[in-house]
């Protein structure tokens, strides 16, 4: 037996671009944050070819999950054609050629910055968030050991109370991105930086959720059909961004989350933020393909069963 005949031929890199010890050590961890909804676990964040801050979690775990029958999509706040969302995309393609797709519906692995999609995803769909901070507690408690300690004890409390004193400076909940959320009665997380849009998405959704930051060496997951209850108190309900009356500009979508686009002469423009879904409404207008799928608001309001 020769020594060429023990070993592999030689590659640039392994399959996924992560080693085979980083991606044990990612498995056990998810397996852990799906056995645990909410709660964070630490794990040994790798060097990416990216800068720390632009997704090198989420794009950790997404190398982990992919195979060459995966099809992947990479979203950066709601768009897919942004410069951030394409080279994580034809990365993840070129190091492990899995398909790349832009439609949500044909996606099995979608990571993404900021946004849950619009349509509904089901059972057979993973979703990777990046996450910059995934620590609810920060804001209240900078001493990490003692927020641990806090969650260890379900104590919240400084949480509610934040949420009081913005209700009687500001007359409502000021906070925006970043909710934090109850998982399973159990856990607080903070759910990512996506809009309190779509907060309600996660509530018992059919797929799994992965969030993960690669900064903070953490990540924490919400498994399918899984609790998930913003913070609110019993006479003041949870509200979502009014942007049910606003129309986007060139799909002529209404009912959805939007961003403002400012113009010449203080104009103001609204665009729906899921560029795949605009693109679908497009193409199904001029008769060249397929409306959108089935959404998680219709009209402004959220639905809890499909349409």
């Known amino acids: 037996m020769s020594l060429a005949a023990l070993t592999r031929p030689w590659a640039d890199h392994s399959y996924g671009f992560l080693d085979a010890s980083a991606k044990r050590e990612l498995r056990r961890a998810m397996v852990k944050a799906i056995a645990v909804p909410g709660c964070q676990i630490p794990y040994a964040s790798r060097e990416v070819p990216m800068a720390r801050g632009w997704g090198t979690g989420g794009l950790q775990v997404t190398l982990t999950l992919v195979n060459p029958r995966s099809v992947v999509k990479v979203i950066d706040q709601g768009a897919d054609d942004s410069v951030n969302a394409a080279s994580i995309r034809r990365f993840i393609a070129r190091v492990s050629g899995a398909a790349q797709s ?19 995803m089901t059972e057979d769909q993973i979703l990777v968030l990046q996450v910059p901070n995934p620590e609810p507690l920060r804001p209240v408690e900078p001493d990490m050991s003692r927020a641990r300690q806090m969650h260890a004890d379900a104590d919240y409390a400084r949480l509610w109370l934040v949420l009081y004193e913005q209700i009687v400076r500001s007359g409502r909940v000021m906070q925006g991105a970043s909710y934090p959320a109850l998982v399973n009665g159990r856990h607080v997380m903070t759910p990512s930086p996506i809009p309190r849009w779509d907060l309600p998405k996660l ?31 019993d006479d003041i309900p949870f509200k979502v961004e009014d942007h049910g009356g606003l129309s986007c500009y060139r799909s002529g979508l209404s009912g959805y989350f939007m961003n403002e686009i400012p113009m010449e002469g203080g104009a103001i423009r609204h665009e729906v933020s899921d560029s795949e879904l605009g693109a679908k409404a497009i193409r199904h207008a001029e008769a060249s393909g397929d409306g959108p799928a089935p959404t998680w608001y219709s009209e402004g309001r959220f639905q809890h069963e499909p349409a």
């Open 203 to 233: 509530h018992r959704a059919r797929h799994l959720t992965i969030l993960s930051a690669g900064r903070e060496k953490r990540l924490f997951a919400v498994p399918p059909y899984t609790d998930v209850a913003p913070l609110v108190f």
């Open 102 to 120: 832009c439609d949500t519906t044909e996606a099995t692995l979608i990571q993404s910055r900021h946004r849950v999609p619009e349509e509904r």
